[in-house]
């Protein structure tokens, strides 16, 4: 079956413009995580929903980041007035449930370049 | 929070040769521990995991081992092939549920020479 895709898979954008990164998770999947993975790191938490909800949006780097889920389907990441230490692959996943154990698939990113 | 330490950082070794990945875990409620393979310009994808009521996991030419007294857990790679050159990820899930998300390694950077 289909997998977890990202669009774009590739963003440049200029300083300070606003960014929007779409995920489609796996169909029938009800958790969705977002991570973000700067060049040579790990893969650092940002956000997770469980359906249409974020519990805790602690994770995420600072108040210019948002996400939303709706349906139960899509999520978007929201950047806005990008600085270029946003620049970085901003990974995907989906998993059945949130249970903390259940597998997480991931998508293959969209790399964000911010000048 | 969860912290994991991940070494080494690059590993080379001969095809044919076994290579192995060490991690380590702070947080003693962690109970579950993927392993990630990630190709480059693409996505991390699942290798095998372990939950932490087993010692030790295998399938195929790869294994994962974990000890929870000491919170360090390893993979294991037999008999290595060209394919198997890649960054290969850790990673620790809370007891938080999701809540947590994964917390993972640096990355190790295995190199197979031909």
């Known amino acids: 079956g289909a997998g977890v895709s990202q669009s774009p898979s590739n963003k440049v954008t200029e300083k300070g413009k606003d960014v929007e990164l779409r995920c489609d998770p796996i169909s029938g999947h009800t958790a969705l995580y977002w991570y973000r993975q700067s060049l040579g790191q790990g893969l650092e938490f940002l956000i997770y929903f469980q359906g249409n909800s974020a519990p805790d949006k602690s994770g995420l780097p600072s108040d210019r980041f948002s996400a939303e889920r709706t349906g139960g389907s899509v999520s978007t990441l929201t950047i806005q007035r990008t600085q270029q230490e946003d620049s970085a692959v901003y990974l995907c996943a989906s998993s059945s449930n949130a249970g903390g154990q259940e597998t997480q698939y991931f998508g293959p990113g969209t790399r964000l370049l911010v000048l | 929070g969860e912290n994991v330490e991940q070494h080494p950082s690059t590993l080379s070794v001969q095809e044919g040769d076994s290579a192995v990945i060490k991690c380590t875990y702070s947080?003693?409620?962690?109970?579950?521990f993927p392993w990630y393979k990630q190709e480059l310009g693409k996505g991390p994808q699942l290798i095998i995991d372990?939950?932490?009521?087993?010692g030790e996991k295998k399938d195929q030419r790869i294994a994962v081992t974990l000890n929870k007294t000491a919170k360090h857990f390893s993979l294991h790679i037999t008999e290595t092939q060209p394919e198997d050159s890649a960054v290969y990820f850790c990673a620790a899930s809370g007891h938080g549920g999701g809540a947590d998300g994964l917390t993972f390694g640096k990355g190790t950077h295995l190199i197979i020479q031909p």
């Open positions: 372990i939950r932490s009521n087993v």
């Open positions: 947080d003693s409620a962690s109970n579950y």
